[in-house]
């Protein structure tokens, strides 16, 4: 399996961030890097990543000091061309959740020229769609049913469907991305 590079800006996410960041940890290992941005947060998150860093080989890190906020698509661009190392590089909001497998089915479909979405598991906040499942398992990290998810995902009837379209989470050769461009 090839690495991954996960992008994530965050501004302010502390709680999403460590939730997010143990996710990859518990359920894809350590194989992969995760590059975080933080955008002139003030609630601690700069020094949690500076902690995660030191015990973290593959955490990349960087900060904008302000005092004017960056924006998400600058910093996934500034994480991709001066942090990743990876070939396959992907756009991971900052409360997400990583589900065993994630890293296999990008592996398994990404190639050049191919953008790979990762289907999202939402709670019934949003109006449905083909890029999510719609199922409850809790709004914040502090109600989260970590394990009711986990039992369900070999139950649920989208296992392995192909949608058209790119949404978050994504991921494209570090290669194409950048040979676009990034993000305008």
């Not at 479909?109 to 398992?137: C, F, M, N, Q, W």
Request: glycine share 8%; proline share 7%.
């Amino acid at each position: 399996m090839k690495p991954i590079s996960f992008i994530q800006p965050s501004r302010n996410n502390l709680k999403y961030l460590q939730w997010s960041y143990n996710s990859i940890r518990k359920n894809l290992g350590y194989i992969h890097e995760i590059c975080i941005a933080d955008d002139f947060s003030d609630d601690g998150t700069w020094e949690w990543l500076q902690e995660i860093q030191k015990k973290d080989p593959n955490v990349k890190i960087h900060r904008n000091e302000g005092p004017t906020r960056l924006g998400h698509t600058i910093l996934y661009d500034t994480l991709i061309n001066d942090y990743a190392t990876n070939d396959i590089v992907m756009i991971y909001h900052a409360d997400m959740y990583a589900c065993p497998g994630l890293d296999v089915e990008i592996n398994k479909h990404i190639k050049k020229g191919v953008v790979v979405s990762g289907t999202r598991i939402e709670p019934p906040l949003h109006p449905p769609g083909p890029e999510k499942i719609l199922a409850d398992y809790g709004i914040e990290p502090e109600e989260f049913n970590e394990q009711q998810l986990l039992r369900d995902l070999d139950k649920m009837n989208d296992k392995g469907k192909t949608t058209e379209g790119i949404f978050a989470p994504w991921a494209i050769m570090k290669e194409d991305f950048q040979s676009i461009g990034g993000h305008d």
